[in-house]
């Protein structure tokens, strides 16, 4: 026991007296760490407690991994907790893959269990070293920033993990010395079961095969990178110190960001969505970069904004920064390409191909530079449309043609070229801006958000 827990952190260890909650499937693994923990506890006057979640997705199989750690628990004196939930229909209710789901729902009940236990206990998982080396070159091919590099944390968020510089191989012969009985799940055998699977079982020992110290040497390097994102870190809050932060609104000046390195630039955005309270899950490096794309590209004066998760929206206005969560007011916004814009009840996106419904426009002409904007209609403004005959009519009179009331007509989103009204949703494309049938285009894609949302339903 000593062997394997000496190069585990002793903090991330049960302290004196103190419960402890161990995730067990019943695999080698956790059945490993288990008997470590149990040893553990019991020198040093503590309990640890066996959780197992049924995930229901193997059949018999998955209760027969549940009776396996149940019996082994009671003829070792461990107090036994499970759980069980519908994977597959949050999966399809979220649109999550089996694996996130199963994640969500297992680390749910372990939460539950632990709190149950008091508020110093701790959840253990049997991670090791093997599992870390492969969630590094997972995060790697998947595509990911230097925090995706650095591995999983011996703790975060309540979860230990002191197996992290075990490996498989050491873990298999404690298994062996100390007779530990275990349960395989069929599907772990099978490469083509999951990506992960294929990993471990395709990848990595080819991997070994080049270098035995494969799995040691992506750790190391894990660990090293783990040093450079902490400072990452530290430099982007120091740089954020002073933004302004009200309720529902943080802001941040264009120079901060310019001042700042450019791995630094996307943690002091991610700090801006901690402070406004939101966190930062789901948001990606795309998002990032938009935002960054918002502050070089928009025109001196001019506001352009980006939906964003969580409710939250970007507008960038005057060399401010500004991350919100209150309702947006319609005031004319400038359209960067590729940057969704929610105005109204409609989320607009400037394309440069025709794409679901919207406005096509037709491209710059040489000497042309000119930006768009969405906005309501200016009072008197005009269009000029085929129906028209040349002549041009008020957005007023064309909306009382289509009988649109005047609530409806100021909700419609307008779009301007250059400050010239070019185009108006539901009424048409000026033709001095109209782009022909089949050829390149501007497209202002307009979607409501309703249908959307309808949609993922």
């Known amino acids: 026991m000593e062997e394997l ?44 407690a066996a959780a197992h979640f049924n995930h229901r997705l193997r059949g018999a199989e998955s209760d027969r991994d549940e009776a396996f750690v149940r019996d082994w628990c009671a003829a070792h ?13 949050l999966a399809e209710r979220e649109g999550l893959s089996l694996e996130e789901a199963a994640r969500m729902l297992r680390y749910g009940f372990l939460r539950r269990e632990a709190e149950k236990l008091g508020k110093y206990a701790k959840i ?7 599992d870390n080396a492969e969630t590094i070159l997972f995060n790697l091919v998947r595509g990911t920033g230097v925090a995706g590099l650095t591995g999983m944390a011996y703790q975060q968020s309540g979860i230990c993990r002191p197996l992290l510089d075990v490996t498989r191989e050491e873990l298999a012969a404690y298994a062996a010395a100390h007779h530990i009985p275990h349960v395989e799940d069929s599907t772990n055998g099978d490469p083509d079961a999951a990506a992960r699977n294929y990993l471990r079982l395709e990848v990595m020992p080819r991997l070994k095969q080049i270098n035995p110290r494969a799995v040691e040497h992506i750790n190391g390097a894990g660990r090293r990178l783990r040093v450079v ?14 933004v302004e932060v009200r309720e529902g609104r943080v802001t941040l000046s264009k120079r901060a960001l310019a001042e700042a390195p450019d791995a630094v630039r996307p943690r002091m955005l991610l700090r801006l969505f901690d402070l406004l309270g939101v966190g930062r899950r789901d948001i990606t490096a795309a998002h990032l970069n938009a935002i960054l794309y918002l502050t070089r590209n928009t025109l001196w004066g001019r506001e352009s904004r980006l939906d964003l998760p969580h409710g939250v929206t970007a507008r960038f206005c005057r060399d ?9 007011l319609l005031t004319e916004v400038q359209l960067l390409p590729g940057c969704p814009v929610i105005w109204g009840d409609c989320r607009i996106t400037l394309l440069d191909h025709r794409e679901g419904e919207g406005l096509a ?13 969405v906005g309501p209609a200016a009072p008197g403004d005009r269009l000029c449309l085929p129906e028209t005959h040349g002549g041009g ?17 100021d909700r419609l989103p307008a779009i301007y070229a250059g400050g010239t009204l070019a185009a108006v949703w539901r009424l048409g494309v000026d033709e001095a801006f109209s782009a022909p049938a089949g050829e390149p ?5 307009i979607t409501k958000i309703e249908k959307e949302r309808e949609h993922e339903k």
């Open 393 to 409: 009519r008020s957005v007023k009179r064309l909306c009382l043609d289509r009988r649109l009331s005047l609530s409806e007509r």
């Open 441 to 445: 285009c501007r497209f202002v894609q």
């Open 77 to 89: 004196d461990i107090p036994f907790v499970s759980g069980s939930g519908d994977v597959r229909g």
């Open 5 to 48: 827990l000496s190069r585990c952190p002793r903090w991330v260890l049960p302290a004196r007296g103190r419960p402890a909650l161990c995730a067990v499937s019943g695999g080698l693994d956790s059945m490993c760490l288990l008997d470590l923990l149990d040893r553990w506890c019991r020198e040093r006057q503590g309990r640890v």
């Open 124 to 130: 253990y998982t049997a991670h090791h070293a093997d």
């Open 361 to 373: 426009l037709r491209p710059w002409q040489q000497g042309e530079r000119m930006g768009l904007t």
């Open 229 to 242: 994102d902490r400072s990452l870190e530290e430099e982007a809050a120091r740089r954020t110190a002073h």
């Open 320 to 328: 401010w920064l500004m991350l919100e969560t209150r309702p947006q």
